[in-house]
Nanobody, 124 residues
Framework: QVHLVESGGGLVQAGGSLKLSCEPS????????MGWFRRAPGKEREFVAS????????YYADSVQGRFTISRDSGTNTVYLQMTNLDPEDTAVYYC?????????????????WGQGTQVTVSS
């Protein structure tokens, strides 16, 4: 059975940092594109960042550009989202997703597997 397990969420003050991890299990995701999405209370799910299977391609939402960095470990296929200078507007449940296409797509419909999410809360 395929699983994507997110971790690293928590409560942090505005201006602080967190690093999220996404560990896959059940199959190899080495040739999958990976993405991070988030859903804030009362809002639709939105794209945050994505990375291609080769790590050559990365893509960020305008709202996180320059503050968040997505990366992946080719040995373990773990995907990370380093978040800095966090703002209360970043409060959301963050989801990891995997795409068979292999690219760094910002579109949620391109993703085939999803994790359960990890809560990030930024206090002002």
């Amino acid at each position: 059975q395929v699983h994507l397990v997110e971790s690293g969420g928590g409560l942090v003050q505005a201006g602080g940092s967190l690093k999220l991890s996404c560990e896959p299990s059940g199959r190899s995701f080495g040739n999958y594109g990976m993405g991070w999405f988030r859903r804030a209370p009362g809002k639709e799910r939105e794209f945050v960042a994505s990375i291609s299977w080769s790590s050559v391609g990365t893509y960020y939402a305008d709202s996180v550009q320059g503050r968040f960095t997505i990366s992946r470990d080719s040995g373990t296929n773990t995907v990370y989202l380093q978040m800095t200078n966090l703002d209360p507007e970043d409060t959301a449940v963050y989801y990891c997703a995997a795409s068979r296409s292999g690219g760094a797509s910002p579109a949620s419909y391109n993703y085939d597997y999803w994790g359960q999410g990890t809560q990030v809360t930024v206090s002002s």
